[in-house]
T-cell receptor, first 114, second 107 residues
Framework: QVQVQESGPGLVRPSETLSLTCTVSGGIINYHLSWIRQAAGKGLEWIGRIHTTGDTAYNPSLMSRLTLSVDTSKNHFSLELTSVTAADTAVYYCATDSQGFDYWGQGALVIVAS | DIQLTQSPSFLSASVGDRVTITCRASQDISHYLAWYQQGPGKAPKLLIYGASTLQRGVAPRFSGSGSGTQFTLTISTLQPEDFATYYC?????????FGQGTRLEIK
């Protein structure tokens, strides 16, 4: 059974870097993982995708501030978003990504505030 | 970016009803479309991928159809647990995008 879980600080100061980790367990190999976010009361926004090989694709709207990485030895995926503002406040999800986003974490609420 | 427009944005229906949600893409995405269900405070759940393939474990009352620019999600007989928000998603090209959502509420 594949399980996905996000972790990281729930509060980030404006202009600082938001860092999240996604851990995937359950024995799957050679897959994509996507990050998605959802502001309160809003729809879903795709942030970017990374394969276990390290290949990445980023949403152009975030590309200049975004870095996705993977540690395959631990099945840990990382998201770093620099220079955050209040507009980056959202629930952040990670999900395994094949023909659709099939396994999702429960989401991590990140609030950007001083 | 490929824009996905769902209609309606809000739908009121009763248990036992048949409902259809439409998703229109701003350009041809072949069959690279997925549908998700999201309950309040929960992560989205994949229902359909490849426009019409039912995800393993999803109830067969859900079905998807379409190709190119016009797609539909149909729930044949609404159950109480189906009242949620539904999103379509295109995976044809980057950036991956979602429709704005359709909120399905109990009449």
């Amino acid at each position: 059974q594949v399980q996905v879980q996000e972790s990281g600080p729930g509060l980030v100061r404006p202009s600082e870097t938001l860092s999240l980790t996604c851990t995937v367990s359950g024995g799957i190999i050679n897959y994509h993982l996507s990050w998605i976010r959802q502001a309160a009361g809003k729809g879903l926004e795709w942030i970017g995708r990374i394969h276990t090989t390290g290949d990445t694709a980023y949403n152009p709207s975030l590309m200049s501030r975004l870095t996705l990485s993977v540690d395959t030895s631990k099945n840990h995926f990382s998201l770093e978003l620099t220079s955050v503002t209040a507009a980056d406040t959202a629930v952040y999800y990670c999900a395994t990504d094949s023909q659709g986003f099939d396994y999702w974490g429960q989401g991590a609420l990140v609030i950007v505030a001083s | 970016d490929i824009q996905l427009t769902q209609s309606p944005s809000f739908l009121s229906a009763s248990v036992g009803d048949r409902v259809t949600i439409t998703c229109r893409a701003s350009q041809d995405i072949s069959h690279y479309l997925a549908w998700y269900q999201q309950g309040p405070g929960k992560a989205p759940k994949l229902l359909i991928y490849g426009a019409s393939t039912l995800q393993r474990g999803v109830a067969p009352r859900f079905s998807g159809s379409g190709s190119g620019t016009q797609f539909t999600l149909t729930i044949s007989t609404l159950q109480p647990e189906d009242f949620a928000t539904y999103y379509c998603q295109q995976l044809d090209s980057y950036p991956i995008t979602f429709g704005q959502g359709t909120r399905l509420e109990i009449k």
